[in-house]
């Protein structure tokens, strides 16, 4: 997303000898997590960008804004977009975008997203914990664990599925 925007990065790095490096080290001690979920985030922005204003990075204020209210109207959650914004701000700093010209600085776009998310807050469901499984479910996945007949990938699953379930994990946590 950096080279394709042509952003001022790019040209730092393109004059240092090991530019290999220069690309792994750019997001400095960030954690991988955060790095991938902002990527993810930027990737649908990017392509809606890509589809509808035909250009790698958002130049104006109405790019950003009319992305966040389509996905409004498709029904997104409360945090997206902070999220967005989030991501905007990470390649904004990494890319060493100008302070002038930052839109995640800019005060209008801020009072708009601050905005939309009180406005997805009022109308969200409330949060409810997940169900537990059934015993029954349990007791199966332990025989199917236990079971020489499935393979091992089956196996592996259900395993899989039982740590979570006695550690009280996410999918995302595994």
Known sequence: YIKAAELPVVEMIQQSEDQQKGWSRIFGSRRAKTLRNRATTWKRYYIWLLLNRMRHWPAQLSDVVDYLE????????????????????????????????????????????????????????????????????????????????????TRLIGWVMLLMCWMVLRADDV
Not at 80 to 102: C, F, I, N, S, Y
Not at 115 to 123: D, F, V
């Open 70 to 153: 389509g996905r409004i109207e498709d029904g997104c959650g409360p945090t997206a977009p902070q999220g967005l914004m989030g991501a905007l701000a990470l390649l904004e700093t990494v890319g060493r975008v100008d302070d002038r010209t930052k839109l995640s600085k800019d005060r209008t776009l801020l009072d708009y997203v601050k905005n939309m998310q009180m406005e997805l807050q009022t109308g969200a469901l409330p949060k409810r914990p997940a169900k537990p499984y059934l015993i029954s479910v349990l007791i199966g996945l332990e025989l199917l664990v236990c079971s020489a007949d499935y393979c091992n990938y």
